[in-house]
């Protein structure tokens, strides 16, 4: 089990990250949280969590432990795989997971696409025991320049929230809502425009 990263970050995406590691090139799916706290060129750590199927070996990478654990917690309950659980905690800190969970709110689980309220009351009931056992996340650092070129970061965040579960109409409306801050400010970073983008999906 490959549990920690430590390197070089060579590229980022909208929910991915390219590790160096002494010239070997290691690329770990993301949560927008985590593409925003790292910066091309600069050392990071990533916890890391490897899903295992027979045609696919997937490296997920988080910047806080707590994190990987609502990760791979989430996917103790039945029929959540690691794209669904990727969501969840894209969608739901640590924290806000373990308060949704412990305070049975259903509503705040049925913003992560994929998941419905049957889902969400199955999810309550399989993780309310163990949910306690996450701590409190941290906040991350929200400096990335990871700024893509031109319109370049319009088909960067719609991508990545597509893969996230969000329909191509949700993600491209998404899009257009943070436009603003592009022009405000258009040295943000790709991760803080796809978390404005998240946080704009979750109302």
Known sequence: MIAQLTGTVAAVGGTWVVVDLSGFGVRALCTPATVAAVRVGEQTTLHTSL????DSLTLYGFADADERDAFELVQSASGIGPKIAQAVVSVLPPG???AA????NV?????VPGIGPKGAQKMI???K???NALGAVPNLSTTSRMVPSGEVWREQVSSGLE???WSAKDAAAAVERVVP???QDPGIGIGDLMRAALRSLAR
């Open 125 to 127: 009931l399989e993780l």
């Open 163 to 165: 893969s996230l579960g």
């Open 101 to 104: 969970i412990a305070q049975e």
């Open 96 to 98: 806000d997971l373990r």
């Open 181 to 183: 801050l592009r022009e």
């Open 107 to 111: 509503t705040a689980l049925t913003r």
């Open 129 to 131: 025991d163990k949910v």
């Open 51 to 54: 899903i295992v199927r027979e």
